[in-house]
């Protein structure tokens, strides 16, 4: 892509200020193809949407509801996901493959509707299939309504930062070549923002990208983290940053000089331009705290630049970010974000009728078919699980086979506690732990149960922290804690009156997170680890919510145009 059509796509994003009225629209067209993009001083086809890297922005009021026309003219199989959009009643085009739709095939076209609701903030869009999310993601925007201000100062302008990988290679032959030998997936060779790595990385200077600012004004930044793999910690230099919403749910704002942000999370973030006229970095690096994981170590960055006349320096300085494995600097920021009751879409529940402990475990499986060739922990294949199970990906999407009473897809009777009990963080575990089962395993809740899910982390093979996302749902997250949950005491901790309400939760290394819902969204709705190498190894389940009693409870019929298996 050149340099110049680049720097007009930065213009266009930077200097347009946002109205509610003109920049918002009902129908979007979605067309999936390959492009050739240059970075890292090399080219490659990569796939996009209408050409685009990131894709395009959905600009939307809370509780509209848009289509999208999804057009598959690439090479590969595809869905696409809008997450954290709740899709009431409609899990049909939700879009995580084969688990609420087959994939749309190439040459094929699917409409998919965006049912909107409560969300309002920063939210965003990507594939759900294989590891195409690498470069088909974009966001989306939810302007509160007409007549309904922010819960904040009206901010100058908005600004999209999201932050992503990027790898030399096909990412699609680094996944099949992972899935092939067992072995952990190649890392990437750069984060990026907004699509580019920044100064610090070969041939990318130019396009590094920048925007300006004007001294004493409000910036909305539009965060979101679009990497496949790593949680990042981000900071701009001589700057503090206030969040004001997460996953698309206003919070008590909450200033730091640095913030933590997972895969699959969004952010409303106000940057104040209050330091001398000057050029700044905004930049990010990987929080990573696998002993022995092998991860990306760039550093990414994007230039802020303020408007006036001065000298600006020639490199500006990097911001003091945390150490890639200080856990306490993630946690210090994680358990310190606060929801905003009076903006809070719904009460915290405290009746809970289903409650779940599920561990979130790494692990082995045997080398396959007698084969001696695999390059996992001493030559097996990695796996991921929930409660011992490592989710088994069927050939038809659960949906469908829930909706018609196709038997033999599902199997109910997810485990509601861990069927082994044991030390879950302790430094030695016995082998024998390693190995989980294969199944498609699914939840079943009725409708309006109040559940409880407590995802306990732990050591096997090794421990490391999980961003858990559901679809569907948000939920409110009522408590963090290090080493094992302790059921008679750490509920006596619990946060029921502020809670952050999100839609994914960072469950910190050889710890817990608990979180609450209330299930009131018929269907099927996908949970999995955002870490997308644990997602394709099984970390994930399904929660089928039956319907209620009346009509405005009943899961939708599907649209004509699913997509065939």
Known sequence: MSCSKNIFLQILWCFSLITLSSQTQSHYTFEVREAQYTRLCSTKSILTVNGNFPGPTIRVNRGDTIYVDVYNKGNSNITLHWHGVKQPRNPWTDGPSYITQCPIQPGMKFRQTLIFSFEEGTI????????????????????PTKTTPYPFPQPDAEIPIIFGEWWINDVNEVFRQSSETGAAPNISDALTINGQPGDLLPCSIPETFKFNVEQGRTYHLRVINAAL???????????????????????????????????????????????EPGHYYLAARAY????????????????????????????PSLPNLPDFNDTQAALDFIT??????????????????????TTISVNTLPCPN?????????????????NN????????????????????IYEPGFPRFPPFTFNFTADLLPITLNTPTKETRVNVLNYGATVEIVFQGT?????????????????????????????SQDPLNFNLVDPPYLNTVIVPINGWAAIRFVAVNP????????LERHQSWGMQTVFIVKNGNSSSQMLSPPPPDMPPC
Not at 466 to 482: E, N, R, T, W
Request: net charge negative; proline share 5%; glycine share 10%.
């Open 229 to 275: 793999n790593l949680i990042l910690f981000f900071s701009v230099s001589q700057h503090n940053l206030t969040v004001v919403g997460s996953d698309a749910v206003y919070t008590t704002p909450l200033t730091r000089d640095y913030i933590c942000i997972s895969p699959g999370q969004a952010m409303d973030v106000l940057l104040h331009a209050n330091q």
């Open 370 to 386: 007698g084969r001696n060739d695999c390059q996992g922990l001493n030559g097996t294949i990695f796996s991921a699980s929930m």
């Open 336 to 357: 310190n974000l606060r929801g905003l009751p009076e903006r809070s879409p719904s009460p915290v529940p405290t009746n809970i009728t289903t409650q779940i402990v």
């Open 459 to 487: 050591n096997v093979v090794g421990g490391i922290d999980h961003p858990i996302h559901l679809h569907g749902y948000s939920f409110h997250v009522v408590g963090y804690g290090l080493g094992n949950f302790n059921q």
């Open 389 to 408: 199970i490592s989710f088994q990906t069927p050939d038809i999407d659960i949906l469908k086979a829930y909706y018609y009473h196709i038997n033999g």
């Open 523 to 530: 269907g099927v709705w996908f949970m999995h680890c955002h």
């Open 124 to 143: 965003w869009w990507h594939a759900h299939s294989e590891w195409l999310r690498a470069t088909v993601y974009g966001a989306i925007y939810v302007y």
């Open 288 to 315: 990573s705290t696998g002993v022995g994981v092998a991860f990306d170590n760039t550093t990414t960055t994007a230039r802020i630049e303020y408007s006036g006349n001065y000298t600006p320096p020639s490199s």
